[in-house]
């Protein structure tokens, strides 16, 4: 075991430049899949049926092949037919638009949940097409997006490493080398897993903060939010305190009623 | 570019290849799905510690790589010595089955909270053992909600079982790199993996949502 932490030790630097790996293409795909998502889920909202149609065959294209395909088609297939593009490129690409094509969806299904008063209501003010959407509908549209966002982001996380079969040296292929020089593969993997679950937390909190700025925007709170289960708490505690102290008036036999109401009975009102 | 005779060279390889493709996804399906009911049914019953342990447990297989998960299971079998070689297939659909049965347990979870709560006052007043009112009254009425979102996931993970490249089961895309690297006809063999993805899951999508609208009640 002692032997494990020294050789960690010293690996620790080649495993930071995994992590830095993994960290890049989570970030870099995650911008790409929702500029991505954008694009594709805005136009698939669009009445215009030749802007829908083509979006949603891209969609359904990129959804219904896999990511390792994906993958493996940018890397083998495309220096085939004279596109050269390096391996971080190649698995950036993949991600973003696998992720992105799932993501897609997510931003029109939000945006088709945003209450339709809300679009009489833009229409009714004669905002042009682009403000109404900008100002009016998208706000909304993106508090509600964001939880699955953050779900798809953090598949997409997940999805990153995958990309070890490309000759990335990521956090994947780093937990390789060190299972390879300890010998042990428990505490190689344990280690590897417990940091992408970190940055899957961090990934977590990262969207919980952006949804938290979203809906504070909209002059909500998120449901169930900190605030939410704060302000619970307090009138759960206070109820508490209420019936304690109604519990020992009767036990002194102080009344019951004439404490708070100019009527009898008003009192109690538990 | 585009070779006939590779394509049609590559076509049988990479549907024998789908046969594993397949197995996975089913066998895979059929765990996921039992495991995910005793995971969301066991833990209402449970203490508080152990609940909680569970959801961590959960959370953590949830929110790490399929294929570091495969890769641990895999290396972690072949160190322990004496053990009969367990095939790496039969690795790659139990490891996957548990990886999805996380995410089921939160349809089933969902399906459950979903049964009206007169249901179960219902059962009571009947007098209905507990079994009983879980098999015969909730369990039905929760699975009609959750069918769809389960199908869902079985999709999801026919289009994973490509990561099973990492534990080197010849697969789908296994056999389409296999076969690429040999005739170093990648264009055919990639792009025709993609179509067989793309044959087997859209239909398979769409007949879900049909089922989704049909099943939905409220």
């Known amino acids: ?270 | 570019m585009w070779n006939w005779e590779f394509a049609a060279e590559a076509l049988p390889i990479l549907l024998r290849g789908f046969v594993n493709t397949l197995i996975a996804t089913v066998v895979g399906t059929v765990i996921a799905a039992i495991l995910g009911l005793i995971l969301a049914v066991a833990i209402r019953g449970l203490p508080r510690w152990i609940n909680w342990l569970v959801r961590l447990i959960v959370a953590f297989i949830r929110n790490t790589p399929l294929v570091v998960q495969l890769l641990f299971v895999y290396y972690a079998f072949s160190d322990i010595p004496g053990l009969v070689d367990v095939p790496a297939l039969v690795i790659g659909f139990i490891v996957i089955g548990i990886h999805y049965s996380t995410y089921m347990s939160e349809s089933y979870r969902s399906g459950i909270d979903a049964v009206p709560p007169g249901q179960f006052e219902a059962a009571t007043a009947l007098s209905l053992p507990p079994v009983r009112t879980f098999t015969a009254i909730v369990l039905p009425q929760a699975l009609r909600a959750t069918i769809p979102s389960l199908g869902n996931y079985a999709v999801a993970m026919f289009k994973d079982t490509p990561f099973l490249f990492a534990i080197s089961v010849v697969e789908l895309v296994t056999a389409a790199k296999e076969f690429g690297g040999s005739t170093f006809a990648y264009t055919e063999a990639f792009t025709l993996a993609g179509i067989i993805f793309l044959a087997a899951s859209y239909p398979t999508s769409l007949l879900i949502q049909r089922l989704d609208r049909r099943l939905a009640t409220y």
């Not at chain 1, 690996?11 to 594709?40: C, D, H, K, M, R």
């Not at chain 1, 495309?78 to 971080?88: A, E, I, R, S």
């Not at chain 1, 998208?138 to 699955?148: D, G, K, R, V, Y």
Request: hydrophobic fraction near 50%.
């Open chain 1, 1 to 270: 075991m002692n032997d494990n932490v020294t050789t960690l030790l010293n690996f620790l630097p080649q495993l930071w430049e995994g992590v830095q790996t993994t960290i890049i293409l989570t970030v870099a795909g995650s911008i790409g899949a929702v500029i991505i998502a954008l694009i594709l889920g805005l136009t698939m909202t669009s009445p215009t049926a030749w802007l829908r149609i083509p979006a949603r065959i891209v969609v359904e294209f990129f959804r219904g092949t896999s990511l390792l395909v994906q993958l493996f088609w940018l890397f083998y297939v495309l220096p085939l037919l004279g596109v050269d593009f390096d391996p971080m490129a190649c698995g950036v690409a993949a991600l973003a638009l696998n992720y992105g094509a799932y993501s897609a969806e997510v931003v029109r299904s939000s945006i088709k949940t945003v209450a339709p008063g809300q679009w009489e209501a833009a229409i009714a003010l004669s905002l042009s097409p682009t403000r109404r959407m900008v100002r009016v509908i998208f706000p909304q549209a993106w508090a509600l997006m964001i939880p699955s966002l953050a779900t798809l982001l953090i598949q997409l996380l997940k999805g990153t490493a995958v990309v070890s079969f490309i000759t990335l040296s990521d956090l994947t292929d780093k937990t390789e080398q060190l299972r390879q020089s300890t010998g042990d593969t428990m505490f190689a993997y344990s280690i590897s897993l417990l940091i992408y679950f970190a940055l899957a937390w961090l990934l977590q909190e990262f969207m919980n903060f952006l949804e938290r700025r979203a809906t504070k925007a909209l002059g909500r709170r998120r449901p169930n939010s900190r605030t939410d289960r704060r302000e619970a708490r307090r009138a759960a505690r206070a109820d508490a305190v209420r019936k304690d102290r109604l519990k020992s008036h009767v036990a002194a036999g102080e009344g019951t009623n004439h404490t708070k109401g100019p009527f009898p009975g008003q009192g109690g009102d538990l």
